[in-house]
């Protein structure tokens, strides 16, 4: 009897604890649940499967690549070998890929590119909402976390960036930015040594997803680092510092030849024409703050508005309104932290910036001063997350309200235009796609074409060899007018990138390879390093051969910049190993790590959330898709434009019609631009 009374309360400890872990599994899982119906509407665009916006075309071409390059064994290809018109492009020496190993899974999972690229947006989306609602909800509690989530996904320059531009990679970027947001608080706080290995990985992934948001995202956690020095004190910030340097030296591999070898490539494509260049592309507040524009899809060139969302606005002014509770310390520093840099980065998108961006480094390849607005969308929404849960202290029936008016507010980004359907492109497609679009190497300017090459070859120069050789498409790169009269090739094998040849002539020449010449490329002359040359206005590869029956061997490999560079990424990667070891053998206690203010979403108020969402997909999919309504319509009847300020008639020698114009502004200064709005109309062959 005994020992049965002195059981019973060991029995309740361990079914209290237990009670309590699949509580909070339960409410996780739910959350995500209703995460995934909640951002429906944002994703419904992408059950198409087809591609969107501008860049969409490129980053599919890009991913094609990696997959030819990653299936021929070659696990991080910096040469693509068929792009630049067949000979060759180092665009993964410069461009961060890792966003398009991501969509390979899928791709061979079965599906077709396009439809694996689409699910990877749609991933990412998700991703960006869940890293989102895991920071915030920390900072300030779950409900400030779900809403921080949906205004992050709903803000106009987030679907802007997924259904205008494509851009997976930006996508990817941010999504990692805010994650390592959060490893870094939860690392300030805990000090656990996981979440520094998280923000390490988190800090290496940014870096390796997007170029430009590595850029802005790096300074933007060095001040998140400064914000844990002010709260949790300098050792804190220290052990944050330290594994976010850990972050920077594991993606070395890339970055460090990305930047000290960009003199090796026009690089100065990226920023020095009118159409790249930041002075043509501030904004005005006005433009920042534009409402939303029903959406004409008989235009071909329709501009969505650029601009950050009225709810998550008016919610992150809300969160500004002064409670006894928000005297905690970490709420109101993150309070002025996240509307500092808010600000700041708005107001680059300024003209008013512009000393900054003439005195700043590397401001020039930034190329577009709106891209500050995307990192500014997500700290209004962090705040727009804050303001909501200041709203729901006189109750939550406010919240699907606030929700829902996100929702349609971004509705009018939701119509993407620009659709471009593809099948599985094969390089000789490829080649094909830089011929008929100009995009070289698919990249706008051609800004990584090495330097050497001073006058592009012909177009249509290696097209027969790759029809020829179907379906693997490894063509002979030897060229054959290199060759010397009485030489014979007595054997010839190649790869993607290598070639090995034994041959035989009378007298010495001179070979060349249909390869662009680039750092990296290494030759061999009898099992002894062969010197390799530019040759030539085209710039291909080529190098001096004696007389005689020898063994070339050509082959891509690295500089040795590249081999310091994985040198340091693995000196990292073991350093970061050696601290979580050392760190984890030391005990801690599990610190309280329950947001200072906030609570909890009741479940009514998470499913009318959902409900809300399903409903608008249903809607949007069955009736707003399908007729015109005051989100989607035309105004052109098939011969003029409705509304129309000068309405014309004046035919272009049968080919084209101005139909009329808009003067936006009527009246301007003497030294101001006009702004003429011109409606035009292609006419049938």
Known sequence: ?????????????????????????????????????????????????????????????????????????????????????????????YYAPLSYYFVLPLRWMGFSLSTAFSASLGLALWGLALAMYLWVRDLWGELAGIVAAFAAIYAPTTLNYVYQWS?????????????????????????????????????????????????????????????????????????????????????????LPAFFEKNFVHIYQLYSPSVFDYHNHFRSLREILASPRPVDYAQANFAFPVSLGWVQA???????????????????????????????????????????????????????????????????????????TVLARRGQTWIPLVVGGMMIFALPWLFPLRRVPQSDPSPLDQIRFEMESGLLGTTAAGEYLPIWVQEIPSPEALLPLYEAAAPDYIIPRLDPASLPAGARILEARYGLTQAHLALESEQP??????????????????????????DGPH?????????????????????????????LSG????????????????RRETPDLSPPFGGSFSLGVLGTCALLAVGLTVVKTLYLDRYDNPFRRTLFDGR???????????NFGNQMVLMGYDLPTPAVRADEPLEVILYWRVLPP
């Open 539 to 567: 710039g291909l590869i080529a190098a001096d051969i004696p007389a005689g029956r020898h063994t070339v061997t050509v082959v891509f490999g690295e500089t040795p910049l590249r081999r310091w560079a994985w040198r």
């Open 1 to 93: 009897m005994g020992a049965e009374k002195r059981s019973a309360p060991l029995k309740g400890a361990l079914r209290f604890p237990f009670n309590l872990m699949m509580k909070a599994t339960f409410r996780s899982l739910l959350v995500l649940i209703v995460l995934g119906f909640g951002i429906l509407p944002a994703l419904q665009p992408l059950f198409s499967g087809q591609l969107f916006g501008t860049d969409g075309a490129l980053h599919f071409h890009r991913v094609a690549q990696l997959e030819r390059a990653l299936r021929s064994g070659i696990l991080y290809p910096r040469w693509a070998p068929d792009l630049g018109l067949g000979f060759g492009f180092p665009l993964f020496n």
């Open 640 to 650: 003029q434009v409705r509304g129309v300020d000068v309405p014309l008639e004046v």
């Open 314 to 388: 008016a919610l992150a002014l809300i969160a500004w309104w002064p409670l006894s509770a928000l005297i905690r310390r970490e709420v109101r520093a993150h309070r002025w932290a996240l509307t500092l840099a808010t600000g700041v980065l708005v107001g680059l998108v300024l003209p008013i910036s512009l000393p900054v961006w003439e005195r700043v480094p590397l401001m020039q390849f930034f190329q577009f001063p709106w891209r500050f607005l995307i990192p500014a969308s997500l700290g209004l929404a962090a705040l727009a997350g804050l303001g909501a």
């Open 509 to 534: 020449f001179r070979i060349r390879f249909l390869w662009y010449f680039f750092p990296g490329w290494q030759g061999w002359l009898d099992g002894q390093p062969l010197p390799l040359e530019p």
């Open 571 to 586: 000196i990292s990667g073991v350093l970061l190993l050696l601290a979580v070891l050392w760190t984890g053998r030391r």
């Open 167 to 255: 851009a997976l990679p930006g996508m990817e970027g941010l999504l990692w930015l805010v994650f390592t947001f959060w490893s870094l608080w939860r690392l300030a706080v805990s000090e656990q040594p996981r979440f520094g290995v998280l923000t390490a990985l988190g800090c290496a992934a940014m870096i390796l997803s997007h170029n430009v948001t590595a850029l802005i995202g790096i300074a933007l956690l060095l001040a998140y680092v400064a914000l844990c020095a002010l709260l949790y004190g300098p050792r804190s910030a220290l052990r944050a510092g330290c594994f976010l340097a850990s972050g920077i030296g594991l993606s070395a591999f890339f970055w």
